[in-house]
């Protein structure tokens, strides 16, 4: 069950990545209700490739060393995520359709995740 949960994180990281590669004008606006601009573009690009390229690092591997670095990664990405989106949906202007519900996937994701940095 543990390496379906950072597969799957991994997974969606790729997917999710691609996303913003291709078309970043769409989740911008459905997470954050904004519109982009040229620089906001290339930004959202950026992290698109930022996102599929975690995903690749996070694949699950054979190597035990591999597997809990993956974790870790993928832990602090989903944690930090969650609060920067929280923070941005409770503070500032930035309110998209997804936004809460992403905040709530990447802190379940985080949760799934930290049994297996607690093991040994």
């Known amino acids: 069950m543990r390496r379906y949960v ?29 519109r982009l601009d040229s620089i906001s573009r290339l930004l959202a690009r950026w992290v698109g490739v930022s996102l599929f390229a975690l995903g690749i690092a996070c694949l699950p591997s054979k190597s035990v060393e591999s597997q809990r670095t993956a974790v870790l990664g993928l832990f602090l990405f989903n944690a930090a995520v969650a609060s920067l989106f929280a923070w941005a949906g409770a503070i500032a202007a930035v309110h998209g359709f997804l936004l809460w519900p992403v ?7 985080a949760v799934a995740l930290l049994p297996q940095l607690l093991s040994t």
């Not at 078309?23 to 954050?32: M, N, Q, R, S």
């Not at 905040?103 to 994701?109: K, R």
């Open 6 to 34: 950072v597969k799957a994180a991994a997974w969606l990281e790729i997917v999710v990545g691609a996303i913003f590669v291709v078309v970043p004008d769409i989740p911008c606006e459905l997470v954050f209700g904004a």
């Open 103 to 109: 905040v709530i996937l990447h802190a379940v994701i």
